[in-house]
C-alpha cells in the first residue's frame, strides 16, 4: 500500500499542472512546494534531534539574499547562485550549532532566536548592499540550457525537484547510522555520548543539513517571487514552517510535506471562503484542533490507524 | 591493561565528594564498588566515564590518561557505563535502541549516506544481525519491535545492558544494575555478568545488594565518605571492620 501510495502521489504531482487550469492555482501550488522544503528541513532539527530552531527565517533569507545578490551584483547564473546560497547558509546552520555548543532546549531556542534577529538587522541597515527596506527588486528568473524558467509550470517542476532532492536528503540521513544519532540525541542525551555518539558533532551536522536546505529553499523564493526584502526574516515564516512540521509530524519523513500543503492550501482556501477576521479565526480553531486531538500530527495518527488495522 | 585511578578528588561547591581516592580494575575481573549511600560511588563512575570533571586526579586506561576526555571519547577507547536511573531511548524499538548503541561498529559518514551507496546496506543488516545476537544474548529477542518505554522496568534495565553492551565495551562500567528488580531477576542480571566477563570484558559494578556483589565480584572496594576505606576479596571485605562501621554506625563506645 506504501509503495502503491508513494508511485500514486508521484504521478500526481508529476501531472499537477494538468490538472490546474488556473496560474494562481499553481502559484499555491509552487508555495506549498518551497514550504515544504523549508519544512523538511525545519524537521531535521526539531523533529530528529529534537532542537527546536525558532529562527530558521535566518537560513531562508541568507539563502534569498545570498541568491539575489550574486545573480543581481555579480551576474552569476541561477545555479551557481543557488549553491552559494546553499553553502552560505549551511555556513551560517555551522555557526549557530558551534554558538550553541553545551545549549539545548530553551537556550538553544533563544540562541537561534537571536541569530535571526542579528541577521534581520544587518538586511535592514547594510543598505550599500542589501539596498535596506527597499529590497531588492529584479531579481531574475532561472534559466535551464538557454531557457527561461519563467513560467509557473517550469518553476513547479523545479522546485518539485528541490522537494524530491530535499526529501531524498532526509530519507537517506534518517535511515543511516547518522540519522540514528540524530534520534539518541533527542532522546537521551548522557545515553548516546555513553555509547560513543560524539552528540556535538551530529547536533552541528543536522544544523548545517538544516539550513543549507533552508538556503535552498531562500534561493529559490527569491527566483520566484523575483523579488527580496527584509521581509524574509519575518518571524512568522519561522512559524508557518514550526506550524507545518508540528501538524503533519514532527520525526516523520512525510509529515512536513503534508503540514506544507495543509497550511499553505488552507489560508489560501480561506481566503476564498470569509471575510479576514472570520480567516484568522478558523485557522487558530482548526490548529487548536490539531493540536488537541492529533498532538503527534497527522502522519503519525494516519500511521497509527492503519497499525490498528492491520493487526 | 589495566583501569587505574589515582588521587581522584571531586568535590560540589564545599562538599568534598572524592578524596584521594586510588584503585586498580584488573583486566578480565568483576569489581565492585560498595559504600553506603553518598559514599562517592557514581560520583567516581561519572568521572571515570568524562561526565564529570575531577578536582584532581587522573584516571588511566592502558597508561592513557581518560581525565579531560569527553564520554563519547571514553566510549571509544572502550570503556562503556550504564546509569543508576533506567536509561534508555523511550520512543524507539528495543532493535532500534541496541542499533544506537552499535553507533561505533558503523563506518557510514555523511557523503557516503548522501550518495547512498550500496557498501552501506551491507552494513545495515550487519548491524541488524548484531543487534539480533546483543538481544538473544540478554534474552529480550521477543521484544524486538516493541517500543522500550511500554516494557516493564526490568527488560527496560536488559535494554539499558544491551546498549551498553553493543558499544563493545572492554571495560563495562554497571551503575546498580539490580536496583529494584526482583530476586529472580538479579539472578538473571548476575548470570548476564559472569557470562559477559567469560567473554574477556572486565566489569566494574556499583551494587548495594550484597549478596549480588559477595556472589559475583573477585574483588570488592568499599567506599565511605568519598575515601577508599577496604579493597580485597568478597570475604575479606565482609568481616573488615571499617567496612561493618560504614554500614552499621560505630559501635557504641565506654561512655
Given at each position: 500500500m506504501t509503495r502503491a501510495g508513494g508511485w500514486l502521489l508521484a504521478a500526481a504531482a508529476l501531472t499537477l499542472p494538468l490538472w490546474l487550469s488556473s496560474a494562481y492555482h499553481l502559484h499555491v501550488a509552487i508555495m506549498a512546494g518551497i514550504f515544504g522544503v523549508l519544512a523538511l528541513s525545519l524537521n531535521l532539527l526539531?523533529?530528529?534531534?529534537?532542537?527546536?530552531?525558532?529562527?530558521h527565517a535566518a537560513f531562508f533569507g541568507i539563502g534569498a539574499y545570498t541568491s539575489a545578490l550574486l545573480t543581481l551584483k555579480?551576474?552569476?547564473s541561477f545555479w551557481a547562485a543557488l549553491a552559494a546560497a546553499v553553502a552560505l547558509a549551511g555556513a551560517a546552520g555551522w555557526l549557530v550549532g558551534r554558538l550553541s555548543l553545551k545549549l539545548r532546549g530553551a537556550y538553544f531556542v533563544l540562541v537561534t532566536i537571536s541569530f535571526a534577529g542579528v541577521i534581520s538587522l544587518v538586511s535592514v541597515n547594510w543598505i550599500e548592499l542589501?539596498?535596506?527596506?527597499l529590497g531588492l527588486p529584479g531579481v531574475p528568473a532561472p534559466e535551464l540550457f538557454g531557457w527561461s524558467l519563467r513560467s509557473k509550470t517550469a518553476y513547479y517542476y523545479l522546485v518539485l525537484a528541490a522537494i524530491a532532492l530535499s526529501y531524498l536528503v532526509c530519507a537517506r540521513l534518517v535511515k543511516s547510522r547518522i540519522g540514528r544519532a540524530f534520534v539518541a540525541l533527542r532522546e537521551n542525551e548522557p545515553l548516546a555520548e555513553s555509547v560513543g555518539v560524539d552528540v556535538t558533532h551530529y547536533l552541528v551536522l543536522a544544523a548545517v543539513v538544516s539550513a543549507g536546505m533552508a538556503g535552498l529553499g531562500g534561493s529559490l523564493y527569491a527566483h520566484y517571487t523575483r523579488f527580496v526584502s527584509p521581509?524574509?526574516?519575518?518571524?512568522t515564516y519561522t512559524v508557518t514552517m514550526v506550524v507545518m512540521v508540528v501538524a503533519g509530524g514532527?520525526?516523520?519523513?512525510a509529515g512536513p510535506l503534508v503540514g506544507a500543503v495543509l497550511f499553505t492550501v488552507l489560508p489560501e482556501a480561506l481566503r476564498a471562503a470569509a471575510s479576514w477576521q472570520w480567516q484568522m479565526l478558523a485557522y487558530g480553531v482548526l490548529l487548536v484542533l490539531l493540536v488537541f486531538f492529533l498532538p503527534r500530527g497527522i502522519v503519525p495518527a494516519v500511521q497509527a490507524l492503519r497499525g490498528r488495522d492491520a493487526s | 591493561m589495566t583501569l587505574a585511578v589515582r588521587d581522584l578528588a571531586v568535590r560540589f561547591g564545599g562538599v568534598?565528594?572524592?578524596?584521594a581516592v586510588t584503585f586498580d580494575v584488573r583486566p578480565g575481573s568483576i569489581t565492585s564498588v560498595i559504600g553506603p549511600n553518598g559514599a562517592g560511588k557514581t560520583t567516581a563512575f561519572n568521572v571515570i566515564t568524562g561526565y564529570l570533571r575531577p578536582a584532581g586526579g587522573r584516571i588511566t586506561y592502558e597508561g592513557v590518561p581518560l581525565t579531560g576526555l569527553r564520554p563519547s571519547a571514553i566510549a571509544r577507547r572502550g570503556i562503556v557505563r550504564t546509569f543508576q536511573r533506567t536509561s534508555v531511548f523511550?520512543?524507539?524499538?528495543v532493535e532500534d535502541n541496541v542499533l544506537t548503541g552499535l553507533h561505533l561498529r558503523g563506518t557510514a559518514g555523511f557523503l557516503e549516506v548522501l550518495a547512498g551507496r550500496r557498501r552501506l546496506a551491507a552494513e545495515e543488516s550487519g548491524l541488524v544481525m548484531d543487534a539480533a545476537a546483543i538481544l538473544e544474548f540478554v534474552g529480550l529477542a521477543h521484544r524486538r519491535?516493541?517500543?522500550?518505554?511500554?516494557?516493564?522496568y526490568g527488560e527496560q534495565r536488559l535494554v539499558e545492558l544491551a546498549i551498553a553492551l553493543a558499544a563493545r565495551p572492554r571495560v563495562l562500567l554497571l551503575d546498580?544494575?539490580?536496583?529494584?528488580?526482583?530476586g529472580a531477576e538479579k539472578a538473571v542480571v548476575s548470570g548476564l555478568i559472569r557470562k559477559i566477563r567469560e567473554q574477556g570484558v572486565t566489569v566494574l559494578l556499583v551494587e548495594h545488594d550484597m549478596r549480588m556483589v559477595m556472589g559475583i565480584s573477585d574483588t570488592v572496594i568499599a567506599l565511605n565518605g568519598g575515601r577508599v576505606i577496604a579493597e580485597g576479596a568478597p570475604a575479606a571485605i565482609q568481616a573488615h571492620p571499617d567496612v561493618i562501621r560504614a554500614y552499621l554506625g560505630a559501635p557504641r563506645g565506654p561512655a
Amino acid at each position: 500500500m506504501t509503495r502503491a501510495g508513494g508511485w500514486l502521489l508521484a504521478a500526481a504531482a508529476l501531472t499537477l499542472p494538468l490538472w490546474l487550469s488556473s496560474a494562481y492555482h499553481l502559484h499555491v501550488a509552487i508555495m506549498a512546494g518551497i514550504f515544504g522544503v523549508l519544512a523538511l528541513s525545519l524537521n531535521l532539527l526539531l523533529g530528529f534531534t529534537g532542537q527546536l530552531s525558532l529562527g530558521h527565517a535566518a537560513f531562508f533569507g541568507i539563502g534569498a539574499y545570498t541568491s539575489a545578490l550574486l545573480t543581481l551584483k555579480g551576474a552569476w547564473s541561477f545555479w551557481a547562485a543557488l549553491a552559494a546560497a546553499v553553502a552560505l547558509a549551511g555556513a551560517a546552520g555551522w555557526l549557530v550549532g558551534r554558538l550553541s555548543l553545551k545549549l539545548r532546549g530553551a537556550y538553544f531556542v533563544l540562541v537561534t532566536i537571536s541569530f535571526a534577529g542579528v541577521i534581520s538587522l544587518v538586511s535592514v541597515n547594510w543598505i550599500e548592499l542589501t539596498n535596506g527596506p527597499l529590497g531588492l527588486p529584479g531579481v531574475p528568473a532561472p534559466e535551464l540550457f538557454g531557457w527561461s524558467l519563467r513560467s509557473k509550470t517550469a518553476y513547479y517542476y523545479l522546485v518539485l525537484a528541490a522537494i524530491a532532492l530535499s526529501y531524498l536528503v532526509c530519507a537517506r540521513l534518517v535511515k543511516s547510522r547518522i540519522g540514528r544519532a540524530f534520534v539518541a540525541l533527542r532522546e537521551n542525551e548522557p545515553l548516546a555520548e555513553s555509547v560513543g555518539v560524539d552528540v556535538t558533532h551530529y547536533l552541528v551536522l543536522a544544523a548545517v543539513v538544516s539550513a543549507g536546505m533552508a538556503g535552498l529553499g531562500g534561493s529559490l523564493y527569491a527566483h520566484y517571487t523575483r523579488f527580496v526584502s527584509p521581509e524574509v526574516f519575518l518571524f512568522t515564516y519561522t512559524v508557518t514552517m514550526v506550524v507545518m512540521v508540528v501538524a503533519g509530524g514532527k520525526g516523520t519523513l512525510a509529515g512536513p510535506l503534508v503540514g506544507a500543503v495543509l497550511f499553505t492550501v488552507l489560508p489560501e482556501a480561506l481566503r476564498a471562503a470569509a471575510s479576514w477576521q472570520w480567516q484568522m479565526l478558523a485557522y487558530g480553531v482548526l490548529l487548536v484542533l490539531l493540536v488537541f486531538f492529533l498532538p503527534r500530527g497527522i502522519v503519525p495518527a494516519v500511521q497509527a490507524l492503519r497499525g490498528r488495522d492491520a493487526s | 591493561m589495566t583501569l587505574a585511578v589515582r588521587d581522584l578528588a571531586v568535590r560540589f561547591g564545599g562538599v568534598t565528594a572524592l578524596e584521594a581516592v586510588t584503585f586498580d580494575v584488573r583486566p578480565g575481573s568483576i569489581t565492585s564498588v560498595i559504600g553506603p549511600n553518598g559514599a562517592g560511588k557514581t560520583t567516581a563512575f561519572n568521572v571515570i566515564t568524562g561526565y564529570l570533571r575531577p578536582a584532581g586526579g587522573r584516571i588511566t586506561y592502558e597508561g592513557v590518561p581518560l581525565t579531560g576526555l569527553r564520554p563519547s571519547a571514553i566510549a571509544r577507547r572502550g570503556i562503556v557505563r550504564t546509569f543508576q536511573r533506567t536509561s534508555v531511548f523511550p520512543a524507539l524499538s528495543v532493535e532500534d535502541n541496541v542499533l544506537t548503541g552499535l553507533h561505533l561498529r558503523g563506518t557510514a559518514g555523511f557523503l557516503e549516506v548522501l550518495a547512498g551507496r550500496r557498501r552501506l546496506a551491507a552494513e545495515e543488516s550487519g548491524l541488524v544481525m548484531d543487534a539480533a545476537a546483543i538481544l538473544e544474548f540478554v534474552g529480550l529477542a521477543h521484544r524486538r519491535r516493541e517500543m522500550a518505554r511500554a516494557l516493564p522496568y526490568g527488560e527496560q534495565r536488559l535494554v539499558e545492558l544491551a546498549i551498553a553492551l553493543a558499544a563493545r565495551p572492554r571495560v563495562l562500567l554497571l551503575d546498580e544494575p539490580g536496583a529494584g528488580m526482583t530476586g529472580a531477576e538479579k539472578a538473571v542480571v548476575s548470570g548476564l555478568i559472569r557470562k559477559i566477563r567469560e567473554q574477556g570484558v572486565t566489569v566494574l559494578l556499583v551494587e548495594h545488594d550484597m549478596r549480588m556483589v559477595m556472589g559475583i565480584s573477585d574483588t570488592v572496594i568499599a567506599l565511605n565518605g568519598g575515601r577508599v576505606i577496604a579493597e580485597g576479596a568478597p570475604a575479606a571485605i565482609q568481616a573488615h571492620p571499617d567496612v561493618i562501621r560504614a554500614y552499621l554506625g560505630a559501635p557504641r563506645g565506654p561512655a
